[in-house]
């Protein structure tokens, strides 16, 4: 059955918004994102599906996709906001809400019911992913640092801080380090205000000890019918910050070793991904389908922090493990990059022949 793909990297942010509100108007930088990634889902489309484009200059977009074709085979029917999609397909966007739900629905792709969209924007808040570390601390036979705990009001964030001497302080639902906050055990003014509003739209934050890390990387996941199955590791960047900035384009063997490399213990990844494997489809089951990815991360004595963040949608490293399927080994290992700083130093635009494109690949090289 053919499907409808969408790019819609503002969904962690839409996550947040329930019908019947106003919904917050998005920064420009976040559009921006989604208007030069429209033709990313091109990278692990079927030739039979449609990439639905909401921004762009369509034969400029037109043009670009035959470039990927001609010179990586890449194939899909292009579909914009004002057309209509002929016969049966499903919606398969990078994430659900209801509002990638409603832009798909309205060229004519299957989506979730709301309820359907309910549970997986439920299951998105940040406290699953407590519950996930909970969880794993019962399956696993080393120990991991203590999950993130719910606050409901500026007095219980205070309390954390005081007790934890500091720590991070974060939104129930953000997107790429926005709504995180780095704070010592006395928050400042901006901060308060910044918190107090969050905890007024979204109900809560959640707190979290600062843990001495080394190496940022995640495990990925498919989950169908109840089930999670594993697909693979992905190692990605920061830039020593909280928000994305690029992955390694490798081989599953060669990610690996850069985790044992780098102090982790090979059996305890082996035990850390059977043990989620279990714990997911136990809490999610069959209340989504699709990809997800368990951030983690190497903490500078070798141990394994199993459960920094649930993303319960499609992630770079998912796009970082099909471009290590197309683009020709002779490059790889390499390094997928985002951002406009990157775009002089790329040696592949993945979205065309823009030279100002925010996505990227690097030889391995020019890593």
């Known amino acids: ?89 499903t919606g398969m966007p990078w994430g659900w809400s209801y509002d990638s739900a409603k832009t798909l629905s309205a060229i004519g792709a299957v989506c979730p019911a709301q309820q359907q969209i309910e549970k997986i924007r439920q299951l998105s808040h940040r406290r699953t992913a407590s519950e996930i570390a909970s969880r794993l601390a019962w399956h696993l036979p080393f120990k991991i640092p203590q999950p993130a705990i719910e606050c409901l009001s500026m007095a219980d964030v205070t309390s954390f801080l005081n007790k934890h001497n500091g720590g991070y302080i974060k939104a129930p639902w953000s997107s790429s380090g926005r709504g995180v906050f780095k704070l010592s055990n006395k928050p400042d003014c901006y901060a308060t205000a910044s918190l107090e509003s969050i905890i007024k739209r979204q109900g809560s934050v959640m707190c979290e000890s600062a843990l001495n890390g080394k190496l940022d990387f995640a495990m990925l996941f498919y989950i169908s019918n109840g089930i999670a199955g594993y ?109 406009r700083s990157n775009a002089a130093t790329k040696d592949i635009s993945l979205t065309g022949s823009d030279a100002h494109a925010v996505f990227g690949f690097k030889f391995g090289k020019n890593c």
């Not at 890449?74 to 906001?81: D, G, I, P």
């Open 1 to 89: 059955m053919p499907r409808v793909l969408l790019f819609n990297p503002e969904n962690d942010v839409r996550l947040a918004e329930v019908p019947g509100r106003t919904p917050r108007k998005l920064t420009e930088n976040v559009r921006a994102l989604g208007r030069d990634g429209a033709l990313l889902p091109l990278w692990w489309a079927d030739e039979n599906d449609y990439i639905l484009i909401r921004e762009g200059n369509k034969e400029t977009l037109e043009q670009h996709a035959m470039e990927l074709y001609a010179e990586f085979g890449l194939k899909a029917n292009l579909v914009f906001s004002n057309d209509a999609i002929s016969g049966y397909a």
């Open 231 to 339: 697909k693979g590791l992905s190692v990605f960047d920061t830039n020593g910050g909280t928000a994305y900035a690029g992955n390694i384009v490798a081989s599953e063997q060669a990610l690996e070793h850069i985790l044992i490399n780098n102090g982790a213990d090979k059996l305890q990844l082996r035990q850390t991904q059977e043990a989620l494997q279990t714990v997911l489809s136990d809490i999610i089951g069959s209340d989504y389908t699709g990809w997800l990815g368990i951030d983690m991360m190497i903490l500078s004595d070798g141990s394994i922090a199993p459960c920094i963040e649930l993303n319960l949608r499609m992630t770079m490293g998912v796009v970082a493990k099909y471009l290590a399927r197309r683009i020709p080994s002779k490059f790889l290992p390499g390094k997928y990059t985002v951002g």
